[in-house]
């Protein structure tokens, strides 16, 4: 997953995008470093604060837009 690599080129810290997504920066952490994998609503919610397609987010393509 891109989480960490997409939120540092943002410029936000673990501690602002888990006050954004109502979790603490503790899960940040461990979805960053693989410990703690998010369930889809999560997946959902983090897409969508970055505005980038799931695929992305899950490296399954290389092209951040959202495709509708």
């Not at 703690?36 to 969508?48: F, H, N, S, V, W």
Request: proline fraction near 3%; charged fraction near 30%; hydrophobic fraction near 35%.
């Amino acid at each position: 997953m891109r989480l960490k690599e997409i939120r540092k080129a943002r410029g936000i810290s673990q501690l602002k995008l888990a006050m954004e997504l109502n979790t603490n920066q503790n899960t940040i952490s461990r979805y960053e470093t693989g410990e703690r994998e998010p369930g889809i609503k999560e997946l959902i919610q983090i897409a969508d604060f970055f505005n980038i397609s799931l695929d992305y987010l899950l490296e399954r393509t290389d092209n951040p837009q959202i495709m509708r």
